[in-house]
């Protein structure tokens, strides 16, 4: 068990809604981390956030969103569904910026139909 | 602009045998991390170990090493005495800094099946 919890581990949707993934880091991690992983793109980063803030942004469609709360959990927003979404989505955290180790939550994976 | 190169899509060892799992990167950054991760097919990501770029010794973590051979820009995973379990999906990942210096990500390889036969 990394300590990373993800919520849900499954998801089934339809084209054009909307979803929220959860994700709580380990206790004392700052950074939290989302990945994209889909067949064709392979690992994809989409955005970090570090102590409430935003701190990098990757590959991540404007139709995604996400924040970091006071409680350092932190939720992915997917608007306007398409097939093409369909992946597996990874929170992974870290102590700080330049962490030693970044582990991983299980993943939810969304199926877009 | 980072890169992993894994070179490597799939692997076959015998168990108790050692398999080496080839890693190349390319980065203009002086200061950076190398790091490698299992997916099981349940799907979940497994840290497996890390080797900073200034680290002088090639870090160990049980039957994990890692060969990081800096001038050659290469840091492979060898697994020793391989066992059924560690049938997976290897990925090697390097987080440095964005051109602002305040941010780190992971930049993931492809990844390598490995698979362990009797």
């Known amino acids: 068990d990394s300590g990373v919890t993800q919520t849900p581990k499954h998801l089934i949707t339809a084209t054009g809604q909307r979803v929220t993934l959860r994700c709580s880091p380990r206790?004392?991690?700052?950074?939290v981390y989302w990945y994209q992983q889909s067949l064709d793109q392979g690992l994809q980063f989409l955005i970090q956030y570090y102590n409430g803030e935003e701190r990098a942004k990757g590959n991540i469609l404007e139709r995604f969103s996400a924040q970091q709360f006071p409680d350092l959990h932190s939720e992915l927003n997917l608007s306007s569904l398409e097939l093409g979404d369909s992946a597996l989505y990874f929170c992974?955290?870290?102590?700080?910026?330049?962490?030693?180790?970044?582990?991983f939550g299980q993943g939810t994976r969304l199926t877009v139909v | 602009a980072q890169k992993i190169t894994q070179t490597q899509p799939g692997m076959f060892v015998q168990e108790k045998e050692a398999v080496t799992l080839d890693c190349t990167y390319d980065t203009s950054d002086q200061s950076y991390g190398l790091f490698w991760y299992k997916q099981p097919s349940s799907g979940e990501m497994i840290f497996l170990i890390y080797q900073g770029s200034y680290d002088e010794q090639n870090a160990t973590e049980g039957r994990y090493s890692l060969n990081f051979q800096k001038a050659r820009k290469s840091a492979n995973l060898v697994i020793s005495a391989s066992q059924l379990g560690d049938s997976a999906m290897y990925f090697c990942?390097?987080?440095?800094?964005?051109?602002?210096?305040?941010?780190?990500?992971?930049?993931f390889g492809t990844g390598t099946r490995l698979q362990v036969t009797l």
């Open positions: 992974a955290s870290s102590e700080g910026y330049w962490g030693t180790e970044a582990f």
């Open positions: 990942a390097m987080r440095g800094r964005d051109p602002t210096g305040t941010a780190s990500k992971l930049t």
């Open positions: 206790s004392g991690d700052l950074s």
